[in-house]
């Protein structure tokens, strides 16, 4: 279990390139609904890579912050929940306590994980600071995107409860350790791209990786 904060915004422009971006968040002070699409009045900027049905939520685990902010002390007061563009931000999971296709309850929502975020440069550039987002990633901090198999009514400081766990299936952790992997086990790849629940995108890049490798 693990009591959340929200977070929604609306497109804005980064500060540098002006390009246009949905991570500018703010916290919510009252109930939200919650649709296949995400939370009501969240806005991406897009929608290739972020939002839609496979990706209508992000949450992002509050401890991480404190451990960007030991690689980044010049930004260190920017690091705060909701800073990445998250829309839920929980003190108590992390990667290592999640799996592709757990079911998750929040208020009287139901989600399902469907796959990590993919960090880009718009981190960096939200931040003004080169080098986040790919600590991040190479760390394994980017916290996990969810599906909304049940629309409901959403408020700060619900508590998300697992309420189906996807046994047998790796944390998500390990999945992305696997992922990460410069020549992965074929054998591990192939049954990661099986696991139910995953988002379809998340699974034709595994996919088009196998492919490379089986050619090696």
């Known amino acids: ?3 959340v904060a929200l977070f929604t915004g609306s497109i804005q422009p980064l500060p540098a390139s002006g390009r246009p971006t949905g991570m500018f968040k703010r916290p919510v002070a009252g109930p939200l609904e919650l649709t296949e ?7 991406q900027a897009d929608r290739r890579v972020h939002g839609g049905p496979d990706k209508a939520v992000h949450l992002y685990p509050a401890r991480h912050y404190a451990s960007l902010a030991r690689s980044f002390p010049e930004i260190a007061t920017a690091l705060v929940p909701g800073a990445l563009g998250e829309n839920l931000s929980a003190a108590d999971i992390d990667e290592r306590d999640v799996r592709i296709g757990d079911l998750w309850q929040l208020g009287s929502a139901l ?3 469907s796959q990590p975020r993919t ?12 080098g986040v987002a790919a600590l ?8 996990w995107y969810l599906r909304v198999t049940r629309p409901g009514t959403v408020s700060p ?4 409860v697992l309420v189906q766990a996807a046994s047998g299936s790796p944390t998500l952790h390990d999945a ?9 086990s074929i054998t591990a790849l192939e049954a990661l791209a ?3 629940g995953m988002a379809p995108g998340w699974r034709d890049k595994i996919h088009q990786r196998l492919a490379w490798l089986k050619r090696l």
Not at 157 to 160: A, E, F, I, M, R
């Open 176 to 184: 992305m350790r696997l992922w990460a992997e410069h020549r992965p």
């Open 119 to 130: 960090p880009c440069w718009k981190i960096d550039e939200r931040l003004a600071c080169e």
């Open 136 to 143: 991040i990633a190479s760390s394994h901090l980017t916290g």
């Open 37 to 43: 699409e995400g939370f009501t009045g969240d806005q």
């Open 194 to 196: 099986q696991l139910p």
């Open 111 to 113: 989600l399902q994980v």
């Open 157 to 160: 400081g619900d508590t998300l």
């Open 1 to 3: 279990m693990a009591q």
